[in-house]
């Protein structure tokens, strides 16, 4: 996939990442989940993992960082907290993933019938495109490595001080509704729901830092917060 590296725009499907069944129930609120919880777990699992698909498309660009003010070539945006996480670098890669519009469906048949199961089901999607984010993460991170080059943590519209106005011009350069089917609506909001859009910077030096998550957030009384 080197060519991948390129600011070609391309698409890619994968397989199923492996479940994380704990991630599933921090999602969920469980942090001791009973038998009950456990069996609802699998029953949705069984009946949503069928149902998904794993895309993703993604283009790199030539990335500059002036102050608090960040090129992307295609965009210029105003963010202090990018600017941290993109400072050094001189490339970044664009990317959108989506595990598609049935896990949306299931949630909206069961918020009707069984609550419980749609919160299961909206927790199993935040599971999956995010273990979808990290293999596709994986992946660039080891081919920015075989050109000596060293991945930041993939930052995404919406976090820390981005606006999620930039959405519109990520969706325009990676043609998103065309390529993996997800759309943008007027509320910024994306659809299929369970979807990421993130920047993951290129630098060719080595800044140790935490992955963007739980660790970098002041909200400590935070019901999903992962244990450090």
């Given at each position: 996939m080197m060519s991948a590296?390129?600011?070609t725009l391309l698409v890619k499907n994968?397989?199923?990442p492996p479940v994380n069944r704990k991630e599933i129930l921090r999602y969920m609120g469980c942090k001791e989940p009973d038998s009950q919880v456990l069996t609802l777990m699998e029953a949705s699992l069984?009946?949503?993992?069928?149902?998904m698909i794993y895309k993703v498309c993604f283009r790199r660009f030539d990335v500059s960082v002036s102050g608090d003010d960040i090129d992307?070539?295609?965009t210029k945006i105003h963010s202090p907290s990018l600017a941290k996480n993109l400072n050094g670098c001189g490339s970044a890669v664009l990317f959108a993933a989506t595990v598609g519009i049935e896990t949306d469906?299931?949630?909206?048949?069961?918020?009707?019938?069984?609550p419980a199961k749609a919160l299961c089901f909206q927790a199993i999607g935040a599971e999956r495109i995010e273990s979808?984010?990290?293999?596709?993460?994986g992946e660039i991170a080891?081919?920015?490595?075989?050109?000596?080059?060293?991945t930041r943590p993939r930052f995404s519209p919406g976090y820390g001080d981005l606006s999620l106005e930039v959405q519109k011009d990520f969706f325009r350069v990676l043609d998103c509704p065309r390529k993996i089917g997800l759309s943008l609506n007027e509320s910024l909001l994306m659809?299929?729901?369970k979807s990421v859009t993130a920047l993951i910077g290129l630098s060719d030096t080595e800044k140790p830092c935490k992955k963007t998550s739980c660790a970098d957030c002041s909200k400590t009384d935070c019901n999903f917060r992962r244990n450090q």
């Open positions: 590296m390129t600011s994968y397989s199923e069984e009946e949503a993992l069928p149902k992307l070539t295609f469906r299931l949630i909206a048949k069961y918020s009707r019938i069984s979808l984010c990290d293999v596709f993460n080891g081919e920015a490595g075989a050109q000596g080059l060293f659809s299929p729901s």
